[in-house]
């Protein structure tokens, strides 16, 4: 509400300069009056009738009073340079107020992606272990039937020996056989002796793998749910910045061109992407530096537009920056 109300003013207020200028400042300083506090209520009223105290007599100004003259206003579209400034003020102050919202956004939907991907290779990192397990589980599994299959090989040639020796025609015959038995049944026990010791590998590699398996499992349903919510989550904050950016479109229609180009520009050099902040405990709220008090008074006076010296971003008073609600904008 606040938004629409100021913006209207603003591009009323173009018109009007043309018309201040021409010479009409008694005029001008009744219609102000009324002008502001339509705007931004009863304490902005009483905050400009002191501070500029010479243009506006502090007459109270009543309910009864204030219709007629924003009636008025319309006809004679008459405005001071401080109500003009003033809203100028408040249309980039409101355009800021969003364009922060944004920006905040674009973190955020920035930061969820990473926390995805940091479990994705967690679980990616899980599968690739247990498929080494796998591979090797495997391997093992090979040589224990190579191991078995050359036992019974040996069993086999054992056998034969044995039938040979019945028919040996002297002893030297006989031992040399006998060393051949003797041979093949050391190396069955060799190979009885790494079957062991493999399969006691396997049984090691496969309690790994089940073990793996449980939490590869379990991270890969953690993994699913929280890509949904990041996806709905992502999927909302694209809607909330649409909205957003449509608003920063339209209130950047209420602030002429070479003021918007200012602010364009002040805010991409800005890190913090702040191009018009409020006066904070007598620091700039962009660069925190002392703002002297006479500067300060020149804010207040809405005389022009005042950058800070150190940072160049533009300044508003705690009036601009208190009437510019910002739960209302977003
Ligand atoms: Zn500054």
Redesign the pocket.
């Given at each position: 509400m606040a938004k629409t109300k100021s913006s209207k003013k603003t591009t009323t207020a173009k018109k009007t300069t043309t018309a201040k200028k021409a010479g009409t400042t008694k005029k001008a300083g009744t219609t102000k009056k009324a002008g502001t506090t339509k705007k931004a209520g009863t304490t902005k009223k009483a905050g400009t009738t002191k501070k500029a105290g010479t243009k506006v007599k502090a007459k109270p100004v009543s309910e009864k009073t204030i219709k007629p003259a924003v009636a008025a206003k319309d006809e004679s579209a008459q405005d001071s340079v401080e109500s003009i400034i003033q809203r100028k003020l408040l249309a980039l102050y409101t355009l800021q107020q969003i364009d922060t919202q944004i920006d905040k956004i674009r973190i955020i939907r920035g930061e969820l992606p990473l926390e995805v991907q940091d479990l994705e290779d967690e679980t990616e990192g899980l599968e690739t272990r247990i498929n080494k397990y796998k591979q090797e589980t495997d391997d093992l599994n090979q040589q224990i039937s190579n191991l078995k299959n050359s036992i019974v090989d040996s069993q086999e040639l054992i056998k034969k020996y044995e039938a040979q020796q019945m028919n040996v025609r002297n002893n030297r015959e006989y031992d040399s056989l006998s060393k051949e038995i003797e041979y093949q049944t050391l190396e069955i026990q060799l190979n009885e002796k790494k079957i062991k010791e493999f399969e006691a590998a396997v049984q090691q590699h496969e309690s790994i793998v089940a073990d793996s398996q449980g939490k590869y499992e379990e991270l890969k349903s953690d993994l699913e749910v929280k890509k949904k919510e990041l996806d709905n989550i992502i999927a909302d904050t694209k809607k909330e910045e649409e909205l957003l950016l449509k608003k920063s479109e339209e209130q950047q229609r209420f602030i002429e061109e070479r003021l918007l180009n200012a602010y364009k520009r002040i805010r991409s050099n800005a890190k913090n992407g702040l191009a018009v902040?409020s006066v904070e405990r007598d620091a700039?709220?962009?660069?925190?530096?002392k703002?002297p008090p006479q500067r300060q008074l020149d804010i207040q006076m809405y005389k022009k537009i005042i950058v800070?010296?150190?940072?160049?971003?533009i300044?508003v008073d705690d009036e601009v920056a208190s009437t510019v609600d910002v739960e209302e904008i977003v």
């Open positions: 902040v700039c709220g962009g660069c925190f530096n703002i800070c010296e150190y940072c160049g971003r300044l």
